[in-house]
């Protein structure tokens, strides 16, 4: 995880919406995949690499989440200030009712 950590690709991004004038910063988090960045995550700062080296296994204050209804018509995300290539994968909501 040291190295991991020490050769990351560094940047400052984070996610705005069309509905509000938010931004909402990207969390970084340890999964199957590597090192990803995650937004609208409760679960997200448990995966981080900081939360993981610290040895800490206590409750972390919760994040904003971001969330639209229908009545908000035509929504999209942008995601900014990144100067890199990157992909992008959605995970399912495990309500989908949200």
């Known amino acids: 995880m040291h ?8 940047f400052n991004s984070s996610v705005s ?14 999964t199957e995949m590597g090192l ?3 937004f609208n995550s409760e679960l997200a700062a448990y ?3 900081e939360y993981i080296q610290s040895g800490k296994r206590s409750l972390m204050p919760g994040n904003e989440i971001f969330s639209v209804n229908p ?6 995300a942008n995601l900014v200030n990144i ?9 399912p909501s495990c309500d989908k009712h949200r």
């Open 36 to 38: 990803c960045y995650s």
């Open 47 to 49: 995966s981080s690499l």
């Open 83 to 91: 100067s890199s290539g990157y992909k992008v994968l959605r995970e």
């Open 17 to 30: 919406f069309s509905v509000n004038d938010r931004s909402f910063p990207l969390q970084e988090t340890l």
């Open 71 to 76: 009545l908000d018509g035509e929504v999209y």
């Open 3 to 10: 190295l991991i950590n020490e050769f990351k690709f560094k």
